[in-house]
């Protein structure tokens, strides 16, 4: 999803600046609220991985260029599940960073498009998660239903902000609304490849219960009493 050099340019790039601020605004209050939760170690462990896999997920993971953005397997909703919002926030953003600081500086100038478009979305996918999983059911017991709507908040999020900065940057003219319906029809590839994902993670860690109580996994993975 990251958006192509050029796509927003000049001015309109403050607007980024103000996305970007917001995220990760907000990103800061959810990492906080895990600090209240689980402790400053629990969140610094769960960030760097978070930020390694996200790192993994850009660099070493295929991903191809389709028309105004790039297709990536960026596995928002089960960082989520696996990390809780606030270390998964901290993780694509610092993944993003890194990336762009050692191996793509020419996308630095983009980074406050694509750190909001990684961001929102994530935030959306917390919200729904407290909304569709009962608060007597640990995460290790999510159904495909719920994963597949996690997922689909996510990458449909991610969708949603490249065909906003697209047509922000490049207006409603058929050739830009061509590439933006390529990219979001490759992207969506991703919706169905993403709940399978999470449903195998989430079994391994079920058969790995050694991890319960760990704090490299959000508390609410296997204790069904944890707030989300």
Not at 104 to 109: I, V
Not at 130 to 137: F, K, T
Not at 172 to 197: D, H, K, M, R, T
Not at 209 to 216: C, I, P, Q, T
């Amino acid at each position: 999803m990251h958006m192509e050099p050029g796509v927003v340019d000049g001015a309109k790039l403050i607007l980024s600046y103000g996305t970007a601020a917001g995220s990760l605004g907000y990103a800061a209050k959810l990492a906080f609220d895990t600090t209240k939760r689980d402790g400053i170690v629990p969140l610094a462990i769960r960030s760097a991985i978070s930020t390694a896999l996200v790192f993994t997920f850009f660099e070493i993971l295929p991903h191809y260029p389709v028309g105004v953005s790039e297709v990536h397997l960026i596995l928002g909703s089960t960082l989520f599940l696996i990390f809780g919002a606030g270390p998964a926030a901290i993780g694509l953003a610092l993944g993003l960073l890194i990336q762009g600081l050692f191996f793509a500086p020419f996308d630095l100038p983009q980074y406050g498009m694509n750190v909001t478009t990684l961001l929102v979305p994530i935030f959306a996918v917390h919200e729904l998660a407290r909304r569709i999983i009962p608060a007597n059911d640990a995460y290790t017991d999510v159904k495909y239903r719920q994963a597949l709507a996690l997922s689909t908040s996510y990458q449909g999020g991610v969708i949603a902000w490249v065909a906003f900065w697209s047509l922000y940057g490049h207006g409603f003219g058929v050739e830009n609304l061509a590439q933006i319906s390529s990219f979001a029809a490759a992207y969506a590839l991703v919706i169905v490849v993403e709940p399978l994902v999470d449903l195998a993670v989430l079994a391994a860690a079920k058969g790995l219960r050694r991890l319960e109580g760990s704090r490299a996994v959000h508390s609410r993975l296997y204790s069904a009493a944890a707030r989300t």
